[in-house]
């Protein structure tokens, strides 16, 4: 799959790498991509463990601006989604509104103060990707995640 890592900016989650596969068919992630935070994966981790002063503008910007599912145009739909990839330490997403037929699960990598450092991304196409929890590719995600927080200084377990 295309893997890529996402650091916070002044824009939100923006791609400063990505990584094809050796397939036929692959999906491409652009350099300097700035990505919303309420339907992409990337985004969804950042918003998750964010402060919300950090967040809270630009969540209600893409509220107003942005046709979401239902339960994204409430704060209480937000907070239930963001309560939901803190505890399962991913997020996915498939069909991206601006790329249909698109994947992709985001994990955070943490740095030793226990903040959000970047995101790790797997990206592929619908149907050709397996994004189950306990699937061999949300695995390694969260298991690379983990290893490169470690590296960074952040405590294992917390």
């Not at 907070?79 to 330490?89: I, M, Y």
């Not at 298991?143 to 294992?156: F, K, N």
């Amino acid at each position: 799959q295309t893997t890529a890592l996402a650091v916070w900016s002044e824009h939100g989650p923006v791609i400063i790498r990505s990584v094809r596969p050796y397939r036929p068919i692959t999906v491409n992630v652009v350099t300097g991509t700035a990505l919303h935070l309420l339907t992409s994966a990337s985004g969804r981790v950042f918003a998750a463990h964010l402060p919300r002063a950090m967040t809270q503008a630009r969540i209600r910007q893409e509220q107003a601006l942005q046709q979401l599912p239902a339960e994204l145009q409430t704060q209480a739909g937000v907070e239930a989604l963001l309560a939901q990839v803190r505890h399962e330490g991913i997020s996915t997403v498939a069909d991206y509104h601006l790329v249909p037929g698109v994947a992709a699960a985001a994990a955070p990598v943490f740095n030793f103060k226990h903040e959000i450092t970047l995101s790790l991304l797997v990206i592929g196409v619908k149907g050709m990707i397996d994004l189950e929890p306990g699937g061999p590719v949300v695995g390694a995600l969260k298991r690379t995640a983990h290893v490169l927080s470690v590296r960074l200084g952040h405590a294992a377990g917390s």
